[in-house]
């Protein structure tokens, strides 16, 4: 049963719920980026077929593919699309990704600061986000990368964090 006037565990990370971690992790949020393998993405042209698109991400493991058009971010085909568009339904493999692809791509520059990558990650929902300079894909940065970064940088400071307060939501079962 829950108790009343307690707080549910946060479903996902958010520094809101939790401000004092960025607090023990000193100035994670203002090291750029750039510090963070940037380098392992993979990128295809808005034409190339969904299968092969797929199975890139695949080999890949980094959970998404951007879509370039003359070394433009055109957009992205993250794991959730497959998931949510594709899979269980009629299609055909030889389409090109870009029916499939969001076009609307949140992108952030190098020089952009790993707090800024949490926030909006944090936000908008992205495991995800592509790296430009003056409009061109130089790189992309995920979830994984940040959360790798903060564990070597600060492995005795993570590793003591205290768990997050475990309140169910619901009743056992309902």
């Given at each position: 049963m829950v108790k009343s006037g307690t707080q549910a565990r946060p479903t996902e990370f958010d520094l809101h719920a939790r401000p004092q971690l960025m607090n023990q992790l000193p100035n994670a949020c203002d090291q750029k980026v750039s510090v963070l393998p940037t380098d392992d993405y993979v990128a295809v042209s808005r034409f190339t077929p969904l299968g092969q698109a797929i199975e890139a991400m695949k080999k890949d493991e980094g959970g998404c593919v951007i879509i370039t058009d003359d070394g433009r971010v055109a957009g992205i085909f993250t794991?959730?699309?497959?998931?949510?568009?594709?899979?269980?339904e009629d299609v055909d493999l030889q389409s090109p990704i870009e029916k499939w692809m969001q076009a609307a791509v949140e992108t952030l520059s190098p020089e952009a600061t790993i707090g800024d990558a949490v926030r909006l990650m944090n936000e908008r929902s992205f495991r995800n986000i592509p790296l430009v300079v003056d409009g061109h894909l130089r790189g992309s940065i995920s979830v994984f990368d940040i959360i790798t970064y903060l564990a070597?940088?600060?492995?005795?400071?993570?590793?003591?964090?205290?768990?997050?307060?475990?309140?169910?939501?619901?009743v056992d079962g309902g």
């Open positions: 794991e959730r699309d497959l998931l949510t568009k594709v899979s269980g070597e940088c600060y492995p005795k400071t993570t590793m003591n964090l205290p768990p997050l307060r475990q309140v169910m939501d619901t």
